[in-house]
């Protein structure tokens, strides 16, 4: 099993920025890709950004927040960092970190997932 934890949410206002990090602990041989996803009350679960640990396949991003979110790691320690910039209050949401092999980006693939941060953005 691999065990997720997520950090760094919080509130902040629309045009700032976040960022939040996920550290992976366990028998992480298991996964090669590390994701987030977040949703927001009523809406399902979506994937937001995810990444491959060896770094050979470019991050995939949602429509939604390319150009705005960034997704980087530190494979060594397995940590993952989603840098997020100009929030919009549509953002507003609980992100969660999953992992599992690539592509770890949909809710069928990512096999791991933590227990969520919020993000709240204000208008």
């Known amino acids: 099993q691999v065990q997720l934890a997520e950090s760094g949410g919080g509130s902040v206002q629309a045009g700032g920025s976040l960022t939040i990090s996920c550290a992976a602990s366990?028998?992480?041989?298991?996964?090669?890709?590390m994701a987030w996803f977040r949703q927001a009350p009523g809406k399902e679960r979506e994937g937001v950004a995810g990444i491959v640990q060896t770094g050979q396949l470019a991050p995939y991003y949602a429509d939604s927040v390319k150009g705005r979110f960034t997704i980087s790691q530190d494979s060594a320690k397995n940590l993952v960092y989603l840098q997020m910039s100009g929030l919009k209050p549509e953002d507003t949401a609980m992100y969660y970190c999953a992992a599992g092999y690539w592509p770890c980006v949909s809710s069928s693939t990512a096999k791991y997932w933590g227990q969520g941060t919020q993000v709240t953005v204000s208008s």
């Open positions: 366990g028998n992480t041989y298991l996964m090669n890709c």
